[in-house]
Every structure is written in structure tokens, then in C-alpha cells.
């Protein structure tokens, strides 16, 4: 039996994402629930895949299927493919599994020949309206299906429209089209060899190929890997008949949203253009109007099309994006979807949804992606700084937040410089699909043109990126890469300033403040705590940072560096003392001048975290890392430290390595110089008990790193309880603490129920796990870590996601080990995989008790672990991405 590749949308439904795309599906459910869709059929994403895998070819197989839908069209239109009385024209679309907004390709008109055209005009009794809709068609298919750069076109178009002293497209009279039909066919004549195809048979196939083919486009590749989208999924493809938005002053065409995207508020928001087609809106080729501004123009089909999105949104239960078309005074709905919505909108849109009872606290807790997080946790424009700025110009608040950098002007040139560690602001008159990358690394977007449901605004939103669109004010000249704005002229790498909340663009660096979690995203995070399970902690080493980690929800400190105290000014020339000292002697006189700034260390620790655990891991990298190296600075240590030049100098080389990451480190230091190991002990128990004479609860946690045998613990733990026990004779104050360490050398792993013998917990040092597991150096790896996952040789960097196979299976060994030692070890990951929400997901399956991330990604590691805990409740439902 032959596989069936076609499907009418009187067949779909939309829980057949998977066959049919997101669109397919949802036109199809549109349809099934009786609302005005225009009719087609849509091609599968197992047709998309089986193309890639015959070698780039469409089967006779599934040519007869879509012929045979193509007829079954035909009759239900009363129309023909090429008829020169009334011919049918489709659309032609992609439709991921996944929304992909702008990344793949769109066909519109298609079945337009010369024959044909002449049939529309007399159809429609509109020759303005035919041979518009041709130049528009004879353009995007020479894009699309023929790679003949749309710039030629818009020359042409641009040219007539400036010897005319025209502003818009409407104003092209009909003679100025059927010129510039003629100059588009030449155009294709010249680049192809051949002219413009007049078989709608062979515009269809080429063109569903096009849209097979996009799908592997580099901007559609960027996009998925950004967005972690399978890449083997494919494309659907949507063949649709067509409506006509550009048929006069009672058609139009616009995008909206059920709710703001970018607030969250319960209000329609969308815009529309009277007299145009989609793309004039989604492209930002023309400003379109508010929605509002269709209340007034032509209320009765204002209110038909606020009622149905209503009932478009209560149906799929959450925010829809919808696209639709007015012919003649009647409305036709396009496609929807859930709509892509800033951090601040998603937590709005789910706690009123579930508070509306629409859906449930836990599916609510599943529709926000934990990394959208981030936008929420990041600074905003500082108030006081605000009112010096100088305000350059206004646009549409297209995507909230505030970014500032570096004015640049392409893709490449944003992507070159925030790989050189530069902030850039991408200024451009408007985005297209083929910028992904650049506003990927941009840390704001700014367009002169398009409007709230521009390409640059969609993509900015998804993104979290801060966007002003439509900025009219400036005047943006990307050959020259100049702004104007007045009389000042900006070029690139002038500093910016946007504010994607008013619209604001600033000149100069505005500063920036620190985010506030309350109302929605309050209410939301404390129904992320009633679900999950697993403990977040934060990685902090200082009383600020700690604060900070208890501002956003962290229940503990689950790794303080210690060494990151030794830095201070004022500390690093007892340290280097301490390091250059060759006995025990002077060693334990520089550590007497450590331990008061340690001991003040910790205090003020344990005072910002009353109540709540604090691990605290002992010195760990190597020492020369706090020596100088640099001449002028060792002769001015000598002189301070009263040691002749030359013995400075040879203490400086008795100390160097050739590999000092798997060198004189970790616990090592702690066997060889036991009385560093001391010092800090003590500083942690004088801490604590000042602290707790001042009111505080302490839990203090001490982490030896690098283990790697058993032994190593055995030996250290005892100076441990005993330098402990005897500091806390002497203040007279029991100290709640607890001994452990972090596993972070393969073998720690393997022999873990060795170790957990001597441990009373455990902490995942994934760093060092994943450098060590690999054997890739983590300061060199980046010379070929892009190359290995653009190649499929890894499919993540596993520095940034934790790779599960590998260095997940010695965790996941170092857990059951441990366990089989003592059932209730306590284990969790301090590692910079602890605040990544798929690692996260791997640590709540293999039964880590918490994960520790830097402060601003607790709320995302909580989210994480919340979700993790649905997903194996089962409780999950449908997640669109």
C-alpha cells in the first residue's frame, strides 16, 4: 500500500502536528470547527523527509496525490489552475512541526501566467489588481523557487515609484505595472536562460521543492539550533487557495494577537493594511495600521473577527497568532497558532489562563521555557540615568527590556563583534530572515521600518531581545552605514541605547539596573516551588552575590569559592607571603594575616544566609595563579617581602607547572600543606560563631575538591573535625556542619562507594568532569568545540549542555555507588550544567538532591526542575515551542 503524503484540511485535525506541520494542522482544526478557511491541502513532513532521502527528487507517487488534490480544489472552487475566465491561484507555505516564524519560505499567487492574468482581470473586473498580483507573484517565485536575489526587483520597483514621485505601491497606476511585469519577466529571462515558466503545473512543483529545500536553509539551520529543533523533522508544505487582500479599499490583510505578546495583557493586538497582502505587513515593507483602527474602517467585520479569535483562544487555550484577509468585506482566517510572547507575556498569559480555569497550574508551569527566564532576570535602564540620556528618536515598543552597545549595521558585522566581546546594537531598515545570526548575538534590534508584527519584532520576541521597529525618525542608510537623525549623523560603532518597553532610543550608554521579581512572575515562581522537588541552590563567593541569590528563591549557597576572597587588594600580598614561604613557619605567620579576612568572609555569609546551607569549597586551583609574572611587579613583591631577586625568582619557577590543571591542586594542596586547609577551617568555624551569637542559624558545608581516591578523604576529613572541634572549644559554640566533596575526576566516580564512606555529601563538579571525561582542555576547547558541533560530531558543546552518554554515565555510576554506601548521601551539581535546563532534567532523573547555579539562573533551574518533575508525573500536556 502506497504511503499517503496529501491531506485535504476536511482530513486533518490538530493533533496531527506531527504529519501535517503546526499549520497544516491548525488550518485543518480551523476547519474542522467551521471557521472561514480558505481551502487547499497539505503536503506531509514525511513527504519532506523522503524527498531529502530520494535525492532532492518529488515521486511520481506524490505528484499523483497532489494532482489529485488539486482537482478535488478545482471543483470545490468552481475555479481552474491556469484558466484564462477564472482561474485559481494558491498560496504556497511551509509549516514546521515546530513555529518557525519567517525562516522558511512563502509563495503567493501561484497558477499566474500570462493567460491567466488576463482571466483574473476579467474574473474580478480589476486589471490593476491582476497584474499587481503578477509582479508580486513573478518576484517571489524568482526568489523562492529560483534564487534570483528580490534586490533586482526592488530596483526596478523603487525606480518607477521614484520617477513617478510615488510613496507607496497603491499609487503604481496600471500602466506603470504591466511596465514593470515586462521588466520582471526580463529580469528571470536573464538570470535563468529561459522565460518565466507558463505551466502552473511546473510553478507548483518547483515551488513546493523550494519550500522542501528551505528547510534547510542556513537561516532556518541557525534557527533551529538556537531554539534546540530537531533538525530531522522537515517541513510540511500548505497548498491554499488563494484570497486577495489587495482588491481595493474593502480588502486587507494584517497579523494579530489574542493577547499583547510582548505584555501579556487580555486585549486584541495585532495591525493590518488596507489594499495589500500579507507579506506587505509580516515583511514591514509598508507601516501598517493598529487593529483598532479596523473598528473604524469596517466594524462589523471587527467585531466577527474579535469573537472568532476569542474562540480560537479558548479552543487551543492559550494565546493564538493569527493571520487573516478581508476580500470584498469578507474575512477569511490564514492560520494560527500559538503566538510567540516575551518571559513577562508568557508568566501573564498562564496565571490568567489558569486562573480562568482554561488549564492547570502544571500546564501552565510547562508553557514557559525556563530559559525565557532570562529576559525577566537581567537588567533594565537605571531610572536616575534615564533622565541625563538624551533621547535620539521614538519607534514602536516592539519587544520590552533595554540593551546598549555598538551600533552596527549587518549580520556579519553584529556576529564578528560580539564574538570580539562587544555589545552591539543591529540598526538595519528592516530585518529579513537572513539576519537570524546577527540578532542572535545582538543585544538589541532597531529598525527603521515594520511595525509590532514585523519580522524583526516576532523574531526579537521569541529571542527575548529587546526591539524598537518602525523608528521613522531615523534615517537609516545601511551603504553608507549611517543613521541620521536631524542634523546628527551616527556611524557605525557609535554608542546606543533602546528601550524595547517605550519605544526610546537613547544616545550614548545609558546604565543599567537590576531586575525585581513580583506580581505574575511572583505568583508563578511560588506555584514552580509547591511542584518541584529538588533543592536550587546558587554559586556564590561574596555577601552581594548571596543576597542576590536569596532575592530570586535560592534555598542555599551550594558553592562558595573561596579562592575568589584571596584576590582583594588588600589580602593578596599576605597570600602571595603565604605561597612563597619554603617552611611551616613562615607559612602559618602569613596565614595568621589570611584567616581575619576569611573569617569576616564567612560571617558575613552565614548572616545573609540564616537558616539556609552554605558550601563552602577549600582552596582549589593551583598557587601560582596568584603570583605576578611580570618583572616590575616581582621586584616590587621582593622588596615588600624582604627577599633578594633571585630568590624570588626561583620560588616563582620551584612553583610553575607544565600542566598545572592536573597539577599541585585541590585536595593536593590540602595533603602537602595541611596548615592552608587549617587556617580556612578555623576562619569558617570563627564565622560561624559570631554569626551565631548574633542571631543567625549555620549550616555550614566544607568541600575538599579534586579528590580522587578514597585515601585522600581519609586523611583529610580527621584535620578537618579536629581543627573544627577545636575552634569550637575555644568559642564555646557548636557549629551544624558537615564534610564532602566535589567529584569531579572520573575515577571519583567509579570508586564513589569508596569515597561516600568517609563523605557526607556529594557535589558534581561538571567543569572539571566534562574536561577531564573528555580530555579537552576547557581554555583551548573553543579552537575546535564550534567546528565538532557544526560537523555532528557533538551535538552540543559540552561545556554548556551536559553530555549525557558520557561524563552523564559517570554521574549517574558515582550516584548508585555512593547510594550503595549511604542510602541517604546527599548529592547535587555545583558545575555551570546546574543552572542548563535539559542538564537539569538529567540530574532529576538519575536523582541528584539539588543543583547550584549562578544567582540569576536560579528561577530557571527551579523552572527546570519543576518541569522535570511534571514530565514524570505525566502531568505535562501539549507544549508548543
Avoid at 527 to 550: H, S
Avoid at 795 to 800: A, L
Avoid at 839 to 858: E, H, Q
Wanted: net charge negative; hydrophobic share 40%; with cysteine.
Amino acid at each position: 500500500m502506497s504511503k499517503k503524503y496529501v491531506y485535504s484540511f476536511n482530513e486533518g485535525s490538530k493533533d496531527m502536528r506531527d504529519l501535517l506541520g503546526g499549520k497544516g494542522a491548525n488550518l485543518a482544526e480551523m476547519t474542522r470547527i467551521g471557521l472561514p478557511v480558505p481551502q487547499g491541502f497539505t503536503i506531509t513532513t514525511d513527504a519532506c523527509r523522503d524527498y531529502y532521502q530520494q535525492d532532492e527528487q518529488i515521486s511520481q507517487e506524490m505528484i499523483s496525490q497532489i494532482d489529485t488534490q488539486i482537482a478535488q480544489l478545482e471543483k470545490e472552487q468552481g475555479k481552474k489552475l491556469g484558466d484564462n475566465q477564472n482561474p485559481l491561484l494558491v498560496s504556497i507555505r511551509s509549516g514546521a512541526v515546530f513555529s518557525m516564524p519567517g525562516m522558511m519560505d512563502t509563495i503567493l499567487n501561484l497558477g499566474l501566467t500570462d493567460d491567466s492574468l488576463k482571466g483574473l482581470a476579467l474574473a474580478t473586473g480589476n486589471a490593476w489588481f491582476a497584474y499587481d498580483s503578477y509582479r508580486r507573484f513573478i518576484q517571489m517565485f524568482s526568489d523562492v523557487a529560483m534564487d534570483i536575489p528580490k534586490d533586482k526587483f526592488e530596483a526596478v520597483l523603487d525606480r518607477h515609484k521614484e520617477e513617478n514621485g510615488y510613496h507607496a505601491d497603491t499609487e503604481l497606476t496600471l500602466e506603470n505595472l504591466q511596465a514593470i511585469v515586462q521588466e520582471f519577466k526580463a529580469i528571470y529571462r536573464e538570470a535563468i536562460g529561459q522565460d518565466f515558466p507558463q505551466s502552473p503545473r511546473e510553478q507548483l512543483y518547483l515551488a513546493i521543492e523550494a519550500v522542501f529545500k528551505s528547510w534547510n536553509n542556513p537561516r532556518a539551520i541557525v534557527y533551529r539550533n538556537l531554539n534546540e529543533i530537531d533538525h530531522h523533522l522537515g517541513t510540511a508544505v500548505n497548498v491554499q487557495s488563494m484570497v486577495f487582500g489587495n482588491m481595493g479599499d474593502t480588502s486587507g490583510t494584517g497579523v494579530a494577537f489574542t493577547r499583547n505578546p510582548a505584555t501579556g495583557e487580555h486585549r486584541l493586538f495585532g495591525e493590518y493594511l488596507i489594499n495589500a497582502q500579507g507579506e506587505d505587513v509580516v515583511a514591514g515593507i509598508r507601516t501598517p495600521q493598529s487593529i483598532e483602527v479596523l473598528k473604524e474602517d469596517m466594524p462589523a467585520i471587527y467585531r466577527q473577527f474579535a469573537d472568532l479569535t476569542q474562540r480560537l483562544e479558548n479552543h487551543y487555550r492559550d494565546m493564538q497568532d493569527i493571520e487573516f484577509t478581508i476580500e470584498r468585506g469578507k474575512l477569511y482566517l490564514l492560520q494560527t497558532r500559538s503566538g510567540k510572547r516575551t518571559a513577562k507575556a508568557a508568566i501573564q498569559i498562564v496565571t490568567d489562563l489558569a486562573a480562568q480555569g482554561l488549564i492547570t497550574k502544571e500546564e501552565a508551569i510547562m508553557r514557559v521555557e525556563p530559559k525565557q527566564l532570562e529576559q525577566l532576570l537581567h537588567p533594565t535602564f537605571d531610572e536616575n540615568s534615564l533622565k541625563q540620556a538624551k533621547l535620539l528618536a521614538k519607534g514602536l515598543p516592539a519587544s520590552p527590556g533595554a540593551a546598549r552597545g555598538k551600533v552596527c549595521f549587518s549580520a556579519e558585522a553584529a556576529t564578528r563583534l560580539t564574538k570580539e566581546g562587544e555589545d552591539v546594537i543591529l540598526v538595519r531598515q528592516e530585518t529579513s530572515a537572513e539576519d537570524i545570526e546577527g540578532m542572535a548575538s545582538a543585544k538589541g534590534i532597531l529598525t527603521a521600518r515594520g511595525g509590532m508584527t514585523s519580522h524583526a519584532a516576532v523574531v526579537a520576541r521569541g529571542m527575548g531581545k529587546c526591539c524598537v521597529a518602525g523608528c521613522s525618525d531615523l534615517r537609516v542608510n545601511e551603504i553608507s552605514k549611517t543613521i541620521t537623525a536631524g542634523d546628527l549623523l551616527l556611524k557605525e560603532g557609535d554608542p546606543l541605547s533602546l528601550d524595547g518597553s517605550s519605544g526610546n532610543v537613547y544616545l550614548g550608554l545609558v546604565d543599567m539596573e537590576s531586575a525585581d521579581i513580583s506580581g505574575s512572575f511572583e505568583t508563578f515562581m511560588k506555584w514552580v516551588d509547591d511542584v518541584r522537588d529538588m533543592g536550587v541552590l546558587a554559586n556564590a563567593d561574596n555577601p552581594k552575590d548571596a543576597q542576590k541569590a536569596v532575592d530570586f528563591g535560592a534555598e542555599g549557597i551550594g558553592l562558595c569559592r573561596t579562592e575568589h576572597m584571596f584576590f582583594d587588594e588588600e589580602r593578596i600580598p599576605a597570600v602571595r607571603q603565604m605561597i612563597l614561604a619554603d617552611n611551616v613557619e613562615d607559612r602559618q605567620r602569613a596565614l595568621e594575616k589570611i584567616l581575619p579576612f576569611q573569617r569576616d568572609d564567612f560571617y558575613q555569609l552565614f548572616k545573609v544566609m540564616d537558616k539556609k546551607s552554605v558550601t563552602i569549597r577549600l582552596l582549589d586551583p593551583p598557587l601560582h595563579e596568584f603570583l605576578p609574572h611580570d618583572e616590575d611587579t616581582l621586584i616590587r613583591l621582593a622588596g615588600k617581602l624582604e627577599l633578594s631577586l633571585s630568590d624570588m625568582r626561583k620560588r616563582v619557577s620551584e612553583l610553575a607547572e607544565f600542566n598545572p590543571m592536573l597539577g599541585h591542586r585541590g585536595c593536593r594542596l590540602a595533603v602537602t600543606y595541611p596548615e592552608i586547609l587549617i587556617m580556612q577551617v578555623k576562619a569558617i568555624a570563627q564565622g560561624a560563631s559570631l554569626a551565631v551569637k548574633e542571631g543567625a542559624q549555620v549550616k555550614a558545608e566544607i568541600m575538599i575538591p579534586l579528590v580522587g581516591t578514597a585515601q585522600e578523604l581519609a586523611y583529610l576529613r580527621p584535620i578537618v573535625d579536629s581543627a573544627m572541634q577545636e575552634e569550637c572549644e575555644k568559642t564555646k559554640c557548636s557549629v551544624d556542619y558537615r564534610v564532602g566533596t566535589m567529584i569531579e575526576i572520573p575515577r571519583a566516580c567509579i570508586t564513589a562507594d569508596e569515597i561516600a564512606a568517609y563523605a557526607d555529601f556529594f557535589s558534581f563538579g561538571t567543569n572539571d568532569l566534562t574536561q577531564l571525561g573528555f580530555g579537552y582542555s576547557r581554555d583551548d576547547a573553543g579552537k575546535f568545540l564550534a567546528e565538532y558541533v557544526d560537523k555532528g560530531i557533538l551535538e552540543k558543546d559540552p561545556f554548556q549542555v551536559l553530555e549525557q552518554k558520557g561524563i552523564g554515565r559517570l554521574m549517574e555510576i558515582g550516584v548508585n555507588l555512593g547510594r550503595q554506601t549511604k542510602p541517604n548521601l546527599k548529592i547535587g551539581i555545583c558545575g555551570e550544567h546546574g543552572g542548563e535546563p535539559s542538564s537539569i532534567a538529567f540530574c532529576y532523573a538519575i536523582g541528584l538532591n539539588y543543583v547550584s547555579c549562578s544567582p540569576f539562573r536560579v528561577p530557571i533551574a527551579k523552572l527546570a526542575a519543576a518541569q522535570a518533575k511534571i514530565k514524570e508525573e505525566g502531568k505535562a500536556g501539549f507544549v508548543d515551542k
